[in-house]
């Protein structure tokens, strides 16, 4: 199941970086104009991954008891949530484009670029939050091969149609920035008609008759009891680490610099783990259904095992590695010196990372999210910044480096202890 969402994972991050590079190509203004763009859209996709959890989760305890109509029924009320708050979203989104971004930062002159690229990404947002939405339904079945799959034709889609509607090359318009959001809208066109077909077809997982109002209100409460601590919790990353940033630039540019590339970095050699806890989230959430609780604490705890020796070995390849990537990144003498040291440091503490990142997952499965989202904020906000905040007073950018590595150990290992002790917890019965 892994090794299809790791694939997916890459194909997202692919995605983005096609994106980057050609808009990149026409010059600094629509780049920045796009960088500004990355707060709002991220709201956008927090959404999503919060409603994707909330349907995996309910949806495959639903398959594991065998209530195969409702999850159909489920599965449609869902996508009907999914289709209002989106919307909801994309009116609020138009409506107040220019005071947002005026208060984001950006500059006058790049308000008619983020304009360009907005008003197209807001109206195709719902082709982006539907297939996430459907290929998380698929996902709770067990198969995780398909939405791999479809994620990355999207993401191919996307990188042929960039440079064609970006430059006009051929019979296209040279569309510009304009062009790089269209490439987008038709790629997330694709991924829907897809998800939505193999939903209908292949799963049965779709229900066409009107909604009864009281069971759809049911349905929508337990989705939300999901979703929503789900989407706060993708939401606290990206809030940690601006702070995290400010904390850095104390120390130069450089620091941030070498903090930048190496994230880029972790962002690679995270993958597998990314791709096991998505894998391990419908594990767990059918099993449970079912009533196979044993099962689902073993397969946690085998998860974690794993996580444990494969992020060792990460470790080894990048002490090893160090010299030769902080080169690649930057001719910069201080810059590559402290890239090496945080590639030399951090990296020790990813295997228990990573056992953090399955325990969220999993309580996520037994739809608990909620406690995923007080561990997450604990971790971040009660032992990360604090701890990077004391190394900076001890040790400057190296201490920084030491106290994001103590809140990985710690919150791992507490991890690794809940797993063992208490995991699972709260199981929550079925769809009502």
């Known amino acids: 199941m892994t090794g299809p969402m790791a694939l997916g994972i890459v194909a997202i991050q692919a995605f983005n970086l096609v994106d980057t590079f050609f808009i990149g190509l026409l010059g600094t203004a629509p780049l920045a104009a796009v960088t500004f763009t990355f707060p709002v859209t991220f709201v956008v996709l927090s959404l999503a991954m919060g409603l994707s959890a909330g349907l995996s989760a309910c949806l495959g305890q639903a398959l594991g008891a065998g209530h195969r109509d409702q999850a159909a029924r489920f599965t449609s009320n869902s996508l009907l949530l999914s289709l209002v708050l989106v919307l909801m979203l994309v009116a609020l989104g138009l409506a107040s484009l220019d005071p947002l971004f005026t208060l984001l930062g950006a500059e006058t002159e790049l308000m008619p670029l983020i304009h360009d690229y907005m008003v197209i990404w807001y109206a195709a947002s719902p082709m982006l939050v539907l297939p996430m939405v459907c290929n998380a339904a698929i996902r709770a079945t067990g198969d995780t091969r398909t939405p791999g799959l479809v994620m990355v034709v999207a993401g191919l889609v996307n990188g042929v149609l960039d440079p064609l509607l970006i430059f006009g090359l051929g019979p296209f318009p040279e569309l510009g920035i304009r062009g790089a959001a269209i490439a987008t809208a038709c790629s997330w066109l694709m991924a829907m008609m897809v998800a939505l ?102 397969g946690l705890l085998l998860a974690m095992r794993f996580a444990l020796i494969f992020q060792l070995g ?52 037994l739809r608990v999210s909620v406690i995923s989202l007080l561990l997450n904020g604990a971790r971040l906000f009660g032992l990360l910044l604090p701890l990077a905040w004391l190394g900076a007073g001890l040790a400057g950018a190296e201490g920084i480096f030491a106290g994001i590595l103590l809140a990985n150990l710690l919150t791992g290992l507490i991890a690794c202890l809940f797993a063992w002790r208490r995991f699972p917890w709260r199981i929550r019965h079925p769809l009502s």
């Open 314 to 365: 990460v470790f080894t390849l990048l002490w090893w590695l160090a010299p030769w990537l902080a080169r690649q990144f930057t001719d910069n003498a201080e810059v590559a010196a402290l890239l090496q040291q945080y590639l030399r440091l951090v990296p020790i503490g990813y295997g228990l990372q990573g056992c953090f990142m399955l325990l969220s997952a999993a309580l996520n499965g």
């Open 197 to 298: 077909y193999l939903l209908q077809h292949r799963e049965r997982l779709l229900c066409w008759q009107w909604p009864h109002p009281g069971r759809l209100l049911v349905h929508w409460y337990q989705l939300l009891q999901v979703a929503i601590p789900a989407s706060f919790t993708s939401v606290l990353y990206p809030v940690a680490t601006a702070l995290l940033m400010l904390l850095l630039a104390d120390f130069g540019t450089e620091t941030v610099a070498a903090f930048g590339a190496a994230s880029r970095i972790e962002a690679v050699v995270l993958i597998v783990m990314m791709a096991l806890s998505s894998a391990l989230a419908p594990f767990v959430s059918q099993n449970t259904g079912a009533g196979l609780h044993q099962r689902s604490r073993h």
